[in-house]
């Protein structure tokens, strides 16, 4: 397959992998996990975070509002999809998400010969304590670890901290629309 977008000559990484466990910086011990399977209790779990995430701070019309909504996304994309968890306390915080771009099962088995597009979300009573960061990194190092090479994702031009953080992790910025930047990564 033949990418769509433009990558950086050199890759990117390594990055940690999960499971792990690290203290935020509000003193929390999150865990995370990339389950290998979404079974139907990681996806109520799942529902629960979204169910409760501020609709004001949606991006590009995601996570969907209101619970049934929410299932189906989930639905739609955890199963076909490379995922990395946090949790504290036994509730989920955040959740960091691969979807391929292909819908070819061969295609998605074989990883690295398509491109994923990344989507990571982390509950507003966790952001700004290095969740989102390590999420987003240990969600890398998972995908390395499967053989996913091309990661994409689109950012509002205006969230300045997002894009600052896919930078600092390796994202390159792209191609975009007028109010969305578009950044690749490409994985070692």
């Known amino acids: 397959m033949v990418a769509t977008r ?13 499971p792990d466990s690290f203290e935020d910086g509000d003193g ?3 865990e995370l996990v990339a389950p290998t399977e979404v079974d139907e209790e990681v996806l109520e779990d799942l529902v629960a975070m979204y169910d ?6 949606r991006a590009q019309g995601i996570p969907p509002t209101g619970e049934q909504r929410i299932r189906n996304w989930l639905e739609s994309i955890v199963d076909i999809g490379t995922n990395v968890i946090a949790s504290h306390e ?16 061969a295609a998605i088995e074989a990883a690295s010969d398509i491109e994923w597009e990344l989507a990571i979300f982390v509950l507003q009573d ?13 969600l890398l190092g998972h995908a390395a670890e499967v053989g996913i090479e091309r990661v994409w994702l689109t950012v509002e031009r ?10 600092r ?20």
Not at 52 to 57: E, G, L, N
Not at 92 to 97: E, K, N
Not at 126 to 138: F, V
């Open 52 to 57: 409760a995430f501020d609709p004001v701070d």
């Open 6 to 18: 433009e990558y950086a000559d050199e890759p990117s990484g390594p990055f940690p992998r999960p």
């Open 28 to 30: 929390r011990t999150i």
């Open 169 to 188: 992790v390796g994202f390159e910025q792209t191609g975009g629309e007028s109010f969305e930047q578009e950044m690749t990564i490409r994985l070692e």
């Open 126 to 138: 966790y952001q700004r304590a290095g969740i989102g960061t390590q999420l987003l990194e240990h």
């Open 158 to 167: 205006w969230n300045g901290a997002a894009i600052a953080l896919y930078e």
């Open 90 to 105: 036994g509730d989920v915080v955040g959740h960091a998400t691969l979807v391929p771009d292909s819908d070819d099962a």
